[in-house]
């Protein structure tokens, strides 16, 4: 990843495999990130990329986009007691739709936390499979792990 190209805004990653033959501080890591589980998404800052770098041989990442993140929100957003948001809650919180939630998150105006919705968003497996060359290979050639910039988008709606 080059880091000149780094976009401000929200990244989006997801843990890919599980902590067998995991190194102690990559899954120290994967605590502190909130990725307990496979195919668990995390909403990460610009600030915490050097977090994932070090554990990106388990999870996949990239710049999240807004209407991908509306739709995420919508569909596996989870309040305490693991209830849906629904209407009432964006009423609740003076929002106009989840696009809006989902460009006031992006922009760093709204905490996920302060709004009282898990940080963590438990997705299926990827609808097709994750890419040719498997979860083991870099995206680069071929496989699902690491940076994949703005195509983290097409593998969060397969996953939906």
Avoid at 112 to 125: A, H, N, Q, T, W
Avoid at 142 to 147: F, N, Q, R, S, V
């Amino acid at each position: 990843m080059d880091k000149g190209k780094q976009e401000s805004g929200m990244y989006a990653a997801i843990r890919v495999r599980g902590s067998v033959k995991m190194a102690p501080d990559a899954k120290k890591t994967m605590q502190l990130l909130g990725m307990d589980r496979v195919n668990h998404l995390v909403l990460v800052k610009q600030s915490q990329i050097p977090m994932l770098q070090k554990v990106r041989s388990f999870t996949t990442f990239g710049e999240i986009g807004e209407e991908t993140l509306a739709l995420l929100l919508e569909k596996r957003a989870r309040l305490a007691g693991n209830k849906k948001p629904g209407e009432k809650f964006l009423k609740e919180n003076k929002l106009g739709s989840w696009k809006e939630l989902a460009k006031q998150i992006i922009e760093g105006k709204l905490i996920l936390e302060k709004l009282s919705i898990k940080p963590v968003f438990r997705l299926g497996p990827p609808k097709k499979g994750y890419e040719r060359a498997g979860i083991k290979k870099p995206y680069s050639i071929g496989g699902a792990l690491g940076y994949r910039a703005s195509d983290i988008n097409k593998l969060v709606l397969r996953m939906i």
